[in-house]
């Protein structure tokens, strides 16, 4: 049978009068495998239910959740990239959905800076906050458009860790005393991700406490600057741990000094800048989590609980420190009270001239 016949007998049947109800609905109920099998009863039914968004499911049968969005200001083997790619599987697993980390380089992290702060405070995007972003520009650049405290709902101090200084090997020093006599002598050039940067205060305050002069030279891209080192291009570099240890184990780079105050368990040969030089000293490199401000705290604190878990499982929590780096995993409310007090501790950076 036709679907035109089906749907004509159908319509027939609801109209004719002569027939008894009974009748009626015992041929309808007769009809209804020909008009399925016609298509006739699902054209009815799309047509009258209203239409819904397609759901990925899981293998479990799960709703598949939209990404969280981590949005990282610096480029590819950055501190930031480094730590994000390293805890994104437990992250994921932690949260029950997908991590996406974009990276959005330029202006010293301050275009991923914007982007967060004008994003829906829903939980869906967050931002790497780090020394730079949220201690060191605020610091120096008065019109930066953000306020640390004011425009985040902070989530968790993730990781502090040492800057080494690094330098080339055929530079000829071979200690931090050296290095001062050298630069001295002679004009010794120095890398950093630009003014603003952790790199560029730590160089910027070595000079300021030892009293030398360094030029300084910005990359855009840290292999670049990595690669100069190599070559012989450039001199020296203040830079995270967990890219300069892997050149200073292969013998491709010297360390002479980490930033912090206290030797770093993974160089444990290598002295302090503090050691080194009999003069106060101390910087922390560190990185942690924020979201939007007016974030509801019940969803911060569900990205804290993952973070945390992140980063306190046991392969994660080893590798970072095999890198000098260590995992903190604050509470939004410790975290929120350290990038105060950071804010507070280099204050003098509005009146250092760079």
């Given at each position: 049978?036709?679907c035109?016949?089906?749907?004509?007998?159908?319509?027939?049947?609801?109209?004719?009068?002569?027939?008894?109800?009974?009748?009626?609905?015992?041929?309808?109920?007769?009809?209804?495998?020909?008009?399925?099998?016609?298509?006739?009863?699902?054209?009815?039914?799309?047509?009258?239910?209203?239409?819904?968004?397609?759901?990925?499911?899981?293998?479990?049968?799960?709703?598949?959740?939209?990404?969280l969005?981590?949005?990282?200001?610096?480029?590819?083997?950055?501190?930031?990239?480094?730590?994000?790619?390293?805890?994104e599987?437990?992250?994921?697993?932690?949260?029950?959905?997908?991590?996406?980390?974009?990276?959005?380089?330029?202006?010293?992290?301050?275009k991923?800076?914007?982007?967060?702060?004008s994003?829906?405070?829903?939980?869906?995007?967050?931002l790497?906050?780090t020394?730079?972003?949220?201690?060191?520009?605020?610091?120096?650049?008065?019109?930066?458009?953000y306020?640390?405290?004011?425009?985040?709902?902070?989530?968790?101090?993730?990781?502090?860790?040492?800057?080494?200084?690094?330098?080339?090997?055929?530079?000829?020093?071979?200690?931090?005393?050296?290095?001062?006599?050298?630069?001295?002598?002679?004009?010794?050039?120095?890398?950093?991700?630009?003014?603003?940067?952790?790199?560029?205060?730590?160089?910027?305050?070595?000079?300021k406490?030892?009293?030398?002069?360094?030029?300084?030279?910005?990359?855009?891209?840290?292999?670049?600057?990595?690669?100069?080192?190599?070559?012989?291009?450039?001199?020296?570099?203040?830079?995270?741990?967990?890219?300069?240890?892997?050149?200073?184990?292969?013998?491709?780079?010297?360390?002479?000094?980490?930033?912090?105050?206290?030797?770093?368990?993974?160089?444990?040969?290598?002295?302090?800048?503090?050691?080194?030089?009999?003069k106060?000293?101390?910087?922390?490199?560190?990185?942690?989590?924020?979201?939007?401000?007016?974030?509801?705290?019940?969803?911060?604190?569900?990205?804290?609980?993952?973070?945390?878990?992140?980063?306190?499982?046991?392969?994660?929590?080893?590798?970072?420190?095999?890198?000098?780096?260590?995992?903190?995993?604050?509470t939004?409310?410790?975290?929120?009270?350290?990038?105060?007090?950071?804010?507070?501790?280099?204050?003098?950076?509005?009146?250092?001239?760079?």
């Open positions: 049978m036709g035109l016949s089906v749907t004509a007998l159908f319509f027939w049947l609801l109209e004719e009068n002569s027939m008894s109800r009974h009748t009626r609905r015992h041929i309808v109920t007769k009809m209804l495998p020909a008009m399925i099998m016609s298509g006739f009863w699902p054209s009815i039914s799309r047509s009258s239910t209203p239409s819904m968004p397609d759901s990925t499911t899981t293998e479990s049968g799960n709703t598949t959740a939209a990404p969005r981590v949005l990282i200001g610096f480029s590819r083997h950055s501190a930031s990239d480094d730590l994000l790619r390293a805890i599987p437990e992250l994921a697993a932690a949260l029950g959905r997908p991590v996406a980390i974009e990276l959005k380089p330029g202006d010293l992290g301050i991923a800076v914007k982007e967060t702060i994003s829906r405070p829903d939980g869906d995007t967050i790497v906050a020394f730079g972003t949220h201690a060191i520009n605020p610091n120096i650049r008065p019109d930066l458009g306020d640390p405290v004011r425009d985040f709902s902070p989530i968790c101090l993730a990781t502090r860790s040492p800057l080494v200084l690094g330098t080339r090997l055929s530079l000829g020093a071979t200690d931090v005393k050296e290095l001062i006599h050298l630069a001295s002598q002679r004009e010794l050039s120095y890398g950093s991700s630009g003014v603003g940067s952790a790199p560029y205060l730590a160089a910027l305050l070595f000079q406490t030892t009293g030398v002069k360094m030029v300084h030279r910005p990359y855009a891209d840290t292999r670049k600057l990595y690669e100069d080192l190599e070559s012989g291009a450039l001199d020296l570099s203040f830079n995270n741990a967990a890219s300069m240890l892997p050149l200073v184990r292969a013998g491709k780079l010297r360390a002479l000094a980490v930033t912090t105050s206290q030797r770093c368990a993974a160089l444990p040969e290598v002295p302090t800048v503090a050691e080194a030089t009999n106060a000293y101390a910087l922390d490199n560190w990185l942690g989590l924020v979201a939007p401000r007016n974030t509801p705290m019940p969803v911060v604190m569900t990205l804290n609980r993952a973070i945390v878990k992140a980063l306190n499982a046991p392969k994660i929590k080893a590798a970072l420190a095999m890198n000098g780096i260590e995992v903190v995993a604050s939004p409310d410790e975290f929120s009270e350290y990038i105060a007090e950071e804010m507070a501790k280099w204050g003098w950076l509005g009146n250092a001239q760079t």
